[in-house]
């Protein structure tokens, strides 16, 4: 249900576009999100406590429901792994785990009510309270750029400092000294295209759906008496369809980011 919008549609959803920020916060790309981090901090101790218990009550009989459950996540993603990185997956696997189970949770966040967070957090004085980190575009690129760091730390894991100077210099076009300049420039553009595609395509999905349910929620308080109504059966009808299909957009987008996750750190052992 809508909270009742004191200046119609676009005031509501201004308001539910407003992060919880600290007051010396200056807001933009370096702005300190308390709701996306207070979520995301949740939701990855919720998703460690949740596998330690199952990996802690794991029995080699027939499985629970349970543990049925984690074992085929496990096989799936580890499958995803095997699929597209050939060297050891001791730390990849894991890796590749988290990031899908932890984005996936991040991305159910949105099929919540759009005011139920809100309501609640409202009851201790806090006035504006997002509840999908994904949506956050700090938080995407925050995932985006850690997995950077971790492309740059097996590019010269793999290589050395020396092989993968010379990668940068000499590939694609080869290794004369005129051709240093523009090889160095199109990897350094090709290095800087893979955080920023993997931050914008899980923000602009997660925020373009998040506004979708903002819209159709706004639906529930526009009108009044038969209209009213009318409008209120639509937003309920619409919810509902929307949702179900958002399901699979968050399923998408967290297999999608788990597995260029792998493709780029895989992408970083090879040798050109």
Sequence with gaps: MASEPTGGLTEYIQHHL???APHASKGGFWAVHIDSITVSLVLGVLFCLWFWLKARKATAGVPGKGQAFVEIVLEFVDGQVKDVFHGDRRVLGPLALTVFIWVFLMNAMDLLPVDLLPWITEKFGIGHFRAVPTADINMTFAMSL???VLIIFYSFKAKGFGGYMHE???APFGKHPALWIPNF???LVELASKPVSLAMRLFGNMYAGELVFM???GLFSAGAGLAGWALYGAGIIGYTVWGIFHI???????FIFMVLTIVYISMAHDHH
């Design 215 to 217: 819209l159709i929620a």
């Design 146 to 148: 850690t997995v950077f």
């Design 18 to 20: 407003t992060h919880l």
């Design 248 to 254: 699979l957009i968050i399923s998408i987008q967290a």
């Design 185 to 187: 420039a199109l990897n």
């Design 168 to 170: 940068l210099f000499t």
